[in-house]
């Protein structure tokens, strides 16, 4: 059974930064692609950022790029984001994606709010 937990939320000042992690099991990590999303208070879940299943390439949101990181420990079946200088359009929960081809998996979530 797939599960992602999502972990590393917070509340930050704007220009802050965190860093969410992914913990995953029931699948082979090492073998998927993996993604962030997010979805603001009353807005549709958004695509974040995406890593290859080695890690070589990443691809990001334009409004996150050179803030967001992705990254992904294959020996630990974990996924992560670090996220610099945080603005309060970023406040949002944050999920990790699996594709399964046509089956998508979410974790529950985690909640970061950015404000002074």
């Known amino acids: 059974q797939v599960q992602l937990v999502e972990s590393g939320g917070g509340l930050v000042q704007p220009g802050e930064s965190l860093k969410l992690s992914c913990l995953t099991s029931g699948f082979t990590f090492s073998s998927y692609p993996m993604r962030w999303y997010r979805q603001a208070s009353g807005q549709e879940r958004e695509f974040v950022a995406q890593i290859t299943r080695t890690g070589d390439d990443t691809i990001y949101e334009d409004s996150v790029l050179g803030r967001f990181t992705i990254s992904r420990d294959n020996t630990k079946s974990t996924l992560y984001v670090q996220m610099r200088n945080l603005h309060p359009e970023d406040k949002a929960t944050y999920y990790c994606?699996?594709?399964?081809?046509?089956?998508?998996?979410w974790g529950q979530g985690t909640q970061v709010t950015v404000s002074s």
């Open positions: 994606e699996l594709s399964q081809g046509a089956q998508g998996h």
